[in-house]
């Protein structure tokens, strides 16, 4: 698995920073390996179609879900893939940070 860079971490960050965007990941999430349609968004929501194609939008350009198409209709779907760097990234930058505070602390007794 590939780590993030700074810059590549800072910007899932940032598209994971809105409450209705976590929202969304987690909606999809329960789908399982299923996919989701903006719709289906919507209806567990309740916000305007818009609004949920435009977190969408943030969520797909950062790579945190995929698209697909079904039909006339846009699909959606977790890349678990993206998330597992994610995951691993963050692990690695709070278990660093918690040893860095540590040894601070140490250092300050």
Not at 27 to 37: P, T
Not at 79 to 89: F, Y
């Amino acid at each position: 698995m590939n780590s993030l860079e700074d810059d590549d971490l800072a910007n899932l960050m940032r598209a994971l920073g809105h409450p209705v965007r976590l929202n969304i990941l987690r909606i999809l999430g329960e789908q399982g390996r299923s996919e989701c349609c903006c719709t289906d968004v919507i209806q567990c929501l309740s916000l305007a179609q818009s609004t949920v194609s435009q977190h969408i939008k943030v969520l797909l350009d950062a790579g945190l879900v995929e698209r697909h198409a079904k039909g006339t209709r846009n699909c959606y779907s977790l890349r678990r893939d993206r998330l597992d760097q994610l995951d691993a990234a963050c692990a690695g930058l709070f278990t660093g940070l918690s040893a860095d505070l540590s040894g601070t602390r140490k250092e300050l007794a």
